[in-house]
């Protein structure tokens, strides 16, 4: 396992599904949901704590490059509370957008020539037998000559040959039609179609006319109710032919069960290299053979491309084009442009990884996406050891993670400015009048102001070996000039919180100015320095 | 030949029997989830075979490394839930939680490619599936996703189907645990359910104790890998998912059983009474080269055996014991028909060798039992002449661990489930066997009341 690297991940609360008044505020209106007794759906505010945040499987930590902002309700938007629909499906070989009536026909996979290695999953090519001369449509058949097909299929990166498995072609193009047939015959549909048409015949008999109550749902209830329902029990006489059981049964199929070839095969192997593996056994659902070479070429499978809305206020936030080859978004509202971006930067001079108990300077940069200048306030939790916390979080891993100070916890970043990008002067710079003079004013905490984006400076004093990360509250405001209905800011109680109050939003209204009013968005973030050293 | 009436449109250019029964928009199909702790099978109903068989550990994690980051990579094997999910902390609840939130996501936007909101869905579940893992799954599908229904069904009863009857003796050996469900004319008797540890997890742990103890490792050396020298394998090498291959490929059940007394070490009777050979399986170590694991054949011959131990002991009982068990607790007029229907569904039960070994065991305890099991089991005993293996009719058609997921299907298409709740009456609750009163249809409940 490689060390972990630095990283900011940002938290998004989902505050669609865990509001803590108890409404579920999904807007289609379901029904409350949190008066059970689980206590799953009555989240207490978020409060990370430090190294229990386990990162690669807490899934409500997201880089900023995965994340959404809704603008009506100005809020970021995660993967996961965010709502998918389909907008086209495609073939990821061929790039082949394929009609909705085809992907239900076709069962999800491609119905052209796309085909995967039963090996290695990787895509087939055809290929042609240049010893076999391809058939010319107006040739008799010869019967005396076996059909030999000059098209077989390849795998370039196993070398698996559908020669192997006895599959080959006439023709190079349209290879799923050729191989349907074989394809249909398989004998579990027919099996499947017979058992249907058996049940069929017994529910018809035993279905009273009124409602379809079905066999299934008294018995699994636990109820012992007899199956002929209370309603047929008058006329009992009139229904001469009623089974209380299904009748005997025949299957259609009969395969002998291959169990004994497969043993006596294992038994005298020494390699397992033609031995399957799961993942190949399960791409052959109805087969599961043990055998290699009993592994046949599947289609591939279709993928969708989706369109994200936001649950609670109903506004697309991505929305892709139709076509399989583009990749350009109608609709793209995605958090890198709404909230600033934190990374971090050592100091000239020192390297990571941190050593224990050594205090450790490094630099914060914000960069801020907007056009207009913010105002950020930085806060991190107060650590406590106590077990009175409203946070459930797991026992063993509440012991303070170390010590962190932001040498500044309140500054301003500039605004952004197509011009910086085009401008040398103020993009490598010398300090121009939007920038302060450099190492002087350190004592402000300030490393650099310069353009769109401000360095400060943090000391770390790691306590524990390990991984080292620790929570980080961000609560930044700006003067917006848009003219907007309702009153989209969610306030933070104060500014420099360091109790683990945590998160709380409360929404105020605020004073409508006809012109400009002041917004303000907070948010958590982890913010992980990777090892720490003796 | 097939039923035309159920079938709801022809569609044109599609000849096959197979796509006949859909309907082109699928308002008709449901989905049929079969949430097991270690894999997912998926599908369609209407369909003879689940669409997808997934691993619940796959995608799940992400990693970010100096030279790049990846979102869908796989976890450590690890199942998605346990069997006392009730003593868990809430933390480790919301874990799983979140987790199958994302495989239900996955399921449904990368391998149904459906809409959750048009399909109603079809679980199933294993009588002593805990309630609140049921509750979570109903309220994943529900407010994650807004499937128009769910409804829960049993598993076992969906398994019997398959075969075309609906009274039966119905055997799951999954992951977790094996469950021996007796089934009347289409009623579960869940009174009578036996079940036991002794699944796949317990074959893992004895298959990796015996790795460790009798397996060896075989670092990468210019001699050939029979001449090599051998070290010990160590622990960390053997991850769980190192010996879920190995089980899944290379073990298989033993047609000859040992008995020995109960004070000498079994080790020496299966090294001699084996007859399997020894397999080289390669393994990747860090090092230039190809490190192999020496596994003795007896060791994957068998390490099955803890599948039929009788270890007289109530919690652990072997898949023999559980299954007379449950024969000796139901009433004496119904054992005939039951014994003559036993069904093996789960995915342990498709080890090569296990459907021939588990009929030979019942036979042996059956026919010539030892003084304890023949005062346990007296009543049963002579019911060996009835047993039957219900699928010698159809055979191998339907494969054991799809089975109950076919029935599910089959159940699906005929528009028969277990009881549905549906998404605007959804209160937190779920039906259950072990919370519902007895119905209000029934004749005697309308007496009481």
Known sequence: ?534 | MSSDAFSSSIRPGSSSLYTRSHSIYGIEDRIVLDIGSLYIKCGFSGEPRPRHILPTWSRQRRSQASDGEAYCISSEFSELYELDMSTRSSSNYNAFEQRLARLLHDIYYRLLLADPKSSKVIILESPLLPVSIKQTIAKVLFQKLHVPSVSFTSAHLLALLTIGQTTGLVIDCGHLEMTVLPIYAARPLIPFTCSSPLAGRAMNARLRKLLVDHGRLILPSTLHRSIAPRTHIPQTLLTPDVIEDIKTRICIVSPVPVSGDSLSDPVDLWKDFSAATDLYHPIATTGEGKSWLFVPGWVRERAAEVLFENDNDDDQKSVVEAILDALCKVQPDIRKPLVSNVLLIGGTAMLPGFRTRLHQELLRVMRSPTESEKRHYSSVLRLHQYLTFADENGGDVFKSNVRAWIGGSLAGSLKTSGPEVLKERWNGTVPDWSTSVLNVGNATADVQH
């Open chain 1, 1 to 534: 396992m490689q060390p972990a690297t630095p990283f900011v991940y940002y938290h998004c609360a989902c505050p669609d599904f865990f509001q803590t008044s108890g409404r579920s505020v999904d807007a289609s209106g379901s029904r409350d949901a949190a008066n059970d007794s689980s206590s799953a759906s009555d989240r207490q505010p978020y409060v990370p704590f430090g190294t229990s945040i386990a990162t690669d499987t807490d899934f409500s930590l997201f880089p900023l490059s995965r994340l959404y902002f809704c603008e009506d309700c100005h809020q970021i938007r995660c993967p996961s509370c965010v709502q998918d629909e389909v907008i086209s499906y495609y073939c990821p070989n061929c790039l082949f957008e394929v009609p909705t009536a085809s992907v239900k026909s076709e069962k999800n996979r491609c119905a052209r020539n796309c085909f995967q290695c039963p090996i290695c999953q990787n895509t087939l090519s055809v290929v042609a037998n240049p010893d076999i001369p391809p058939k010319e449509p107006g040739s008799p058949e010869d019967e005396t000559k076996p059909s030999v097909n000059p098209y077989h299929l390849f795998c370039g990166v196993c070398r698996w040959d559908s020669q192997e498995v006895g599959i080959t072609f006439e023709k190079p193009t349209s290879l799923a039609m050729q191989l349907q047939k074989s394809e249909d015959a398989s004998p579990d549909i027919k099996e499947f179609d017979h058992l249907k048409e058996h049940f069929e015949k017994f529910l018809r008999y035993n279905t009273p006319q009124s409602l379809p109550t079905s066999f299934l749902s008294l018995s699994s209830s636990g109820s012992f109710s007899k199956m002929g329902y209370n309603t047929s029990m008058q006329n009992r006489k009139g229904n001469v032919a009623r089974m209380d059981d299904v009748g005997e049964y025949k299957a259609s199929e009969h395969i002998p069960h291959g169990d004994m070839d497969v043993m006596d095969n294992l038994i005298n192997i020494q390699e397992d290299t033609t031995v399957s593996n799961l993942e190949q056994r399960f791409n052959q659902v109805y087969d599961q053979p043990y055998d290699t070479n009993q592994l046949k070429p599947q289609r591939i499978h279709l993928r969708i491309k989706r369109s994200k809305r936001c649950r609670t206020c109903r506004h697309i936030l991505i929305k892709p084009e139709q076509k399989a080859q583009a990749t350009r978004f109608k609709i793209k509202l995605v958090a890198m442009n709404y909230i600033p971006n934190i990374t971090m930067q050592m100091l000239p001079r020192k390297t990571l990884p941190l050593r224990q108990n050594v205090p450790t300077q490094l630099i914060l940069k914000f960069t801020n996406p907007l056009y207009e200048e913010i105002s950020v306030t930085l806060a991190t939790p107060q650590q406590h050891q106590t077990k009175g916390d409203q946070v459930d979080a797991p026992e063993d891993l509440r012991k303070p993670w170390g010590r962190v100070t932001l040498l500044s916890p309140h500054f301003t970043v500039g605004a952004y400015n197509e011009t910086i990008e085009y401008d040398d002067e103020l993009l490598y710079g010398k300090p121009s009048a939007l920038s302060t003079p450099a190492a002087a004013t350190w004592e402000n905490g300030v490393y650099e102001k310069r353009n769109n984006y401000t360095s400060i400076l943090i000391e770390v004093v790691p306590d524990y070996e390990g991984d080292f990360k620790f929570p980080l509250l961000v609560n930044y405001s700006y003067k917006s000039d848009e003219d907007q209905l309702d009153t989209g800011g969610y306030e933070d109680e104060d500014g420099d919180d360091d109790d683990d109050e945590g998160g709380q939003k409360r929404s105020q209204t605020l004073e409508r100015q006809p012109e400009e009013r002041t917004k303000t968005y907070s948010f958590w973030c982890v913010v992980g320095l990777g090892e720490v050293v003796q």
